[in-house]
């Protein structure tokens, strides 16, 4: 921010297409970097003059503004049903595992459904982390239909008390259609076994995908109907603006924040916590 002033009490047009141009280098997008620029000068504006804190205040309650609020109901349902989806290698299985060890930290019955039959080593990963995360695992023969797997998971899974069910599936392209036509079983046969589950569909996304995470979401979205976001491999990435262009535009809630490899590397998605991170309090020279 002290960088970015180039006068010591105002805000010149340079300064905002700085900005924008820095906004948009952490992935905000052009649209929302430009929205948010227009409700800085204004902000600016208002208060009669900018220095960084003033610049980083009006920064930061503009992007917060965008954040979708996490409606916290999928907490207490029981049993609650919880979908993993999304691309290859986003980081549905790693964040099947450390959900199933947060939600069992919590004192909930978990239970975790090996819904990706594809690939046999899939399967294996998930054992892995069952076994780390210390919850049983339901998995079939290999090849199994993954909504077999899911109605067998509720069957067991209900009868024996499991009060939370995280579902792996399988990576897949959102635009292909006979695999987005899977997760609709999944979700059709769920429904048969137990009313209204699954109660969540949770897109992971890794952040790296920068821009092209958004069309992945609206494609997501249009094909199952969303209600959550899990943003992975944030320690990776200095470019977690996708985040607030994934709320403005899609209007989703974020979940959960993946910030490595290892089971605790999960955090609930804390709106002013991300946008302190995000945003960083201005050097003060002294
Ligand atoms: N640094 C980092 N790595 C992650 C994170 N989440 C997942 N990974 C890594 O990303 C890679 C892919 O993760 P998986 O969980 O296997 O991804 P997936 O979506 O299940 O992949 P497919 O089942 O093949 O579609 C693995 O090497 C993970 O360790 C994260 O939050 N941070
Ligand atoms: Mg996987």
Same mark, same amino acid.
């Given at each position: 921010?002290?960088?970015?002033?180039?006068?010591?009490?105002?805000?010149?047009?340079?300064?905002?297409?700085?900005?924008?141009?820095?906004?948009?280098?952490?992935? &905000?997008?052009?649209?929302?970097?430009?929205?948010? *620029?227009?409700?800085?000068?204004?902000?600016?504006?208002?208060?009669?003059?900018?220095?960084?804190?003033?610049?980083? %205040?009006?920064?930061?309650?503009?992007? &917060?503004?965008? $954040?979708?609020?996490?409606?916290?109901?999928? +907490?207490?349902?029981?049993?609650?049903?919880?979908?993993?989806?999304?691309?290859?290698?986003?980081? =549905? @299985? @790693?964040?099947? %595992?450390?959900?199933?060890?947060?939600?069992?930290?919590?004192?909930? +019955?978990? /239970? $975790?459904?090996?819904?990706?039959? #594809?690939?046999?080593?899939?399967?294996?990963? $998930?054992?892995?982390?069952?076994?780390?995360? =210390?919850?049983?695992?339901?998995?079939?023969?290999?090849?199994?239909?993954?909504?077999?797997?899911?109605?067998?998971?509720?069957?067991?899974?209900?009868?024996?008390?499991?009060? *939370? /069910?995280?579902?792996?599936?399988?990576?897949?392209?959102?635009?292909?259609?006979? /695999?987005?036509?899977?997760?609709? =079983?999944?979700?059709?046969?769920?429904?048969?076994?137990?009313? %209204?589950?699954?109660?969540? +569909?949770?897109?992971?996304?890794?952040?790296? @995908?920068?821009?092209?995470?958004?069309?992945?979401?609206?494609?997501?979205?249009?094909?199952?109907?969303?209600?959550?976001?899990?943003?992975?491999?944030?320690? %990776?990435?200095? =470019?977690?603006?996708?985040?607030?262009? &994934? *709320?403005?535009?899609?209007? &989703?809630?974020?979940? #959960?924040?993946?910030?490595?490899?290892?089971?605790?590397?999960?955090?609930?998605?804390?709106?002013?916590?991300?946008?302190?991170?995000?945003?960083?309090?201005?050097?003060?020279?002294?």
């Amino acid at each position: 921010m002290e960088a970015l002033l180039k006068g010591p009490a105002r805000l010149i047009p340079g300064d905002l297409a700085e900005l924008e141009e820095r906004l948009v280098a952490a992935d &905000l997008g052009t649209e929302t970097a430009r929205a948010i *620029c227009k409700e800085v000068a204004e902000g600016v504006h208002r208060e009669g003059k900018a220095d960084a804190e003033i610049l980083t %205040g009006q920064l930061r309650n503009a992007v &917060l503004r965008r $954040l979708s609020k996490a409606d916290p109901a999928w +907490k207490t349902a029981s049993p609650v049903v919880i979908l993993l989806v999304g691309v290859n290698g986003a980081g =549905k @299985t @790693t964040t099947a %595992g450390k959900l199933a060890a947060r939600f069992s930290m919590e004192g909930r +019955k978990v /239970l $975790l459904a090996a819904a990706d039959t #594809f690939r046999a080593a899939a399967e294996e990963q $998930l054992t892995e982390w069952a076994a780390r995360a =210390k919850v049983e695992l339901v998995r079939a023969a290999h090849g199994a239909a993954p909504s077999t797997v899911v109605f067998d998971a509720l069957k067991s899974g209900l009868a024996h008390g499991a009060d *939370c /069910l995280v579902v792996d599936t399988a990576g897949r392209l959102h635009n292909r259609q006979n /695999l987005m036509e899977e997760l609709h =079983k999944i979700a059709r046969v769920a429904e048969k076994a137990a009313p %209204g589950i699954p109660q969540e +569909k949770w897109l992971v996304l890794d952040a790296n @995908t920068g821009q092209n995470g958004l069309s992945q979401a609206r494609e997501f979205n249009k094909g199952m109907g969303l209600t959550g976001l899990v943003l992975t491999k944030l320690d %990776g990435t200095a =470019k977690g603006g996708i985040v607030v262009a &994934l *709320c403005e535009q899609l209007g &989703l809630p974020v979940r #959960f924040l993946g910030v490595g490899e290892g089971l605790e590397d999960l955090v609930p998605f804390d709106p002013p916590m991300f946008v302190e991170a995000l945003i960083p309090n201005p050097v003060v020279n002294v």
